[in-house]
């Protein structure tokens, strides 16, 4: 009998200073339980990076933003010494030439079966597979990347890719692999569409996320390797087991596959707390200089932001509005010129964007890149946008405003609800889902929307290109995507901005009305 364990990390985000809310820990606590497990494992060890490794801390935005050079990931990765890398969605973030650069420093096959070449159909990012021989044993590894990338993705980070369905594509090499491997293992960049107990869909299925459908469909899988929904998930499913790690580095997985005369005996897993782990190898010094330069420029002040803070509840902020969200619909105003802008509050950490801010506040506060976008709507769309958006929240049976659970699991989805700014909304929580808008007026005239009128609405370019899932969102609306990012447009308010207007804020935030 031979045994050969899988081990896998995902969506590590780049969090090689420090984890988010976890000052005293990084990735270097998840090299720290790598070593530890390659080194407590007497027999063969086939490591996978599932992807989402070059974006996401503010240290990744150092890289991406002022550095321009993300070699330092790549130098990560080749150090930790992977057997597979696989494409995360968020590789895409920085454009191609970014990404491309890194990929090409990284010394382990990239393996990505369905995002291909639109004109040859061939596999454009590495190979569709790999088939290895470890002690006798024959494995073949799929990589596969959820497809959903163009619906949130600017498009000329993707231009000359076609994105292929990445169940039908997984399955199609599945079907070829399984006849001549031992072991047959799916990585793949998504999450589970459905409760792996229950088969009930948690979310709409709209393709983002195919791992049961994998796990119900293709019985050819021996392992299947996910992420992209930050979940920690470690079971048995059928004959396959299955396993995702969480958010930056804070488990690794391993699944150990026994293995005789070709017969598979057993499948355990093991999702490893790597908070346990202190690196005492140096690792460190592989991510110098890039470490301390960054660090440097993550502590420089940019300015003071005056900006009153009326709650520190995420919750209310969202329910009642909050000067730092106006602050960036103001932004996206004068950056578009729309008539409306509409902005999501993504974490809880806007209570920091007051007095002095470094980049590392900026970053916490917000830490995505995004353009900001100017959409065509007609009134009637906007109805329906608002609409939608409402449905995030519900009223509970004591008559209180709550998150609408569907918000919250499986994925925490908070970054989808976006406060508008310009339109003033009444609306009445206690209706059914869609009928919830009473009145929407317009601030400038102060006269009701019109249905049958065109407006212009100022959104992230993620909102823009359908992020969240909103309908109406569609690229034929776009009418300018901004050449800054609302990042850089925070720095130069934190320069720039005059008493007045910081003052103007503050006095201007609240535009919605609960009936
Ligand atoms: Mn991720």
Known sequence: MQKITFLMTSDTHGYWLNLPNKPEQSLLNTVATINHIKENTDHPVVSIDLGDFIQGSSFATYCSQIAK????????????????????????????????????????????????????????????????????????????????????ELPQHYEGLA?????????????????????????????????????????????????????????????L??????????????????????????????VTVSVENGEILELTGELHDTSKY?????????????????????????GEAI?????????????????FVELLNQLQLSETNADFSAVALIND??????????????????????????????????????????????VNDAGEIEVNPEYVYPKPRHYNYDLFSGVTIKADLKQPLGQRIQTLINEKTQEPIDRGEIYTLAVSQYRAVGGGDYKNYTKDKIRFISEIDIATS??????????EQWAYINENYCHIEWM
């Not at 072991?183 to 409760?195: F, N, P, Q, S, T």
């Not at 390797?225 to 690794?252: C, D, F, S």
């Not at 970053?363 to 109805?383: H, I, S, W």
Request: hydrophobic share 40%.
């Open 349 to 394: 950490s806007f209570s920091k964007f007051n007095g002095p801010v470094t980049n590392e506040i900026l970053l916490e506060v917000y830490p995505y890149y995004n353009r900001m976008a100017k959409v065509q709507v007609t009134g009637q769309d906007l109805y329906e946008i608002i609409e939608f958006d409402l449905e995030y929240l519900i």
């Open 69 to 152: 050079d993300g070699n330092v990931f790549a130098r990560a990765i080749n150090e930790i010494g992977y057997d597979a890398q696989i494409i995360g969605n968020h590789e895409f973030n920085f454009g191609a030439e970014y990404r491309q650069t890194i990929l090409e420093q990284v010394n382990a096959p990239i393996l990505c079966c369905n995002i291909v070449n639109a004109e040859t159909q061939a596999p454009a990012l590495g190979e569709a597979y790999k088939i290895l021989e470890v002690a006798g044993v024959k494995i073949g590894i799929i990589g596969t990347t959820t497809h959903y990338i163009p619906n949130w």
């Open 490 to 499: 925070l720095r130069e308010a934190l320069a720039n901005y005059t008493p």
């Open 307 to 323: 900006l009153d803070v009326p709650t520190t509840s995420v919750f209310e902020a969202r329910i009642n509005g909050i000067p």
């Open 163 to 223: 994105f292929k369905d990445a169940f039908e594509t997984t399955q199609y090499y599945a079907k070829i692999l399984r006849p001549q491997v031992d072991i047959l293992v799916v990585a793949y960049h998504g999450g589970y569409e459905k409760d792996l107990n229950t088969w009930e869909p948690l979310e709409e299925l709209t393709g983002e996320n195919q791992g049961a459908r994998m796990l119900q469909e293709i019985p050819e899988i021996d392992v």
């Open 225 to 254: 390797l996910t992420g992209h929904q930050h979940r920690l998930i470690n079971q048995q499913v059928g004959k396959t087991w299955t396993v995702q790690p969480g958010y930056a580095g804070e488990r690794v997985a391993t």
């Open 278 to 302: 202190e690196d005492e190898t140096n690792f460190k010094a592989v991510i110098e200089p890039e470490r301390t330069q960054g660090e440097a420029w993550l502590n420089h002040v940019l």
